[in-house]
C-alpha cells in the first residue's frame, strides 16, 4: 500500500509560478515511479510529469517540458513539482500518482491523491 498526501496549488496569474508538494510512504516506495497527472474540466486525465526513485529519471509531457520541473528527496520521500510560466491551459485537477513502472497512461498507475486545484486566470 502506498500513501499519497498533496499539498500546495492555488490560483495565480498567466505566467507566474506555483509549487506543488508530495509526501509518499507505505512499501516498497524505493521501487515505485512517481508523478503527477492532471484533469480540466470535461477532459481525460493527462499525463504532466513522472520520476523513477530508483533511477531519478524524468519524463515530462510536451506541455510542460521547460516550465515544469519535478524533483524528488529519496531520503524524505517527497516530490515536489514546480510550475513556471503558467498558463489559463495549465488550469486543471493535479494529482500525485505512483505506480510500479513508467507510463504516460493513468490507468497504469495503482496510487492516486486526492488531488489539488491549480487555476491561472487574469
Known amino acids: 500500500q502506498v500513501q499519497l498526501v498533496e499539498s500546495g496549488g492555488g490560483s495565480v496569474q498567466p505566467g507566474g509560478s506555483l509549487r506543488l508538494s508530495c509526501a509518499v510512504s507505505?512499501?516498497?516506495?524505493?521501487?515505485?515511479?512517481v508523478g503527477w497527472f492532471r484533469q480540466s474540466l470535461g477532459q481525460e486525465r493527462e499525463f504532466v510529469a513522472a520520476?523513477?526513485?530508483?533511477?531519478?529519471?524524468?519524463y515530462y509531457s510536451d506541455s510542460v517540458k521547460g516550465r515544469f520541473t519535478l524533483s524528488l528527496d529519496n531520503y524524505k520521500n517527497t516530490m515536489d513539482l514546480q510550475m513556471n510560466n503558467l498558463k489559463p491551459e495549465d488550469t486543471a485537477v493535479y494529482y500525485c500518482?505512483?505506480?510500479?513502472?513508467?507510463?504516460?497512461?493513468?490507468?497504469?498507475?495503482?496510487?492516486w491523491g486526492q488531488g489539488t486545484q491549480v487555476t491561472v486566470g487574469s
Open positions: 500518482v505512483a505506480g510500479n513502472y513508467y507510463s504516460r497512461s493513468a490507468d497504469d498507475y495503482e496510487y
Open positions: 520520476v523513477m526513485f530508483i533511477s531519478t529519471l524524468t
Open positions: 507505505g512499501r516498497t516506495v524505493s521501487s515505485r515511479t
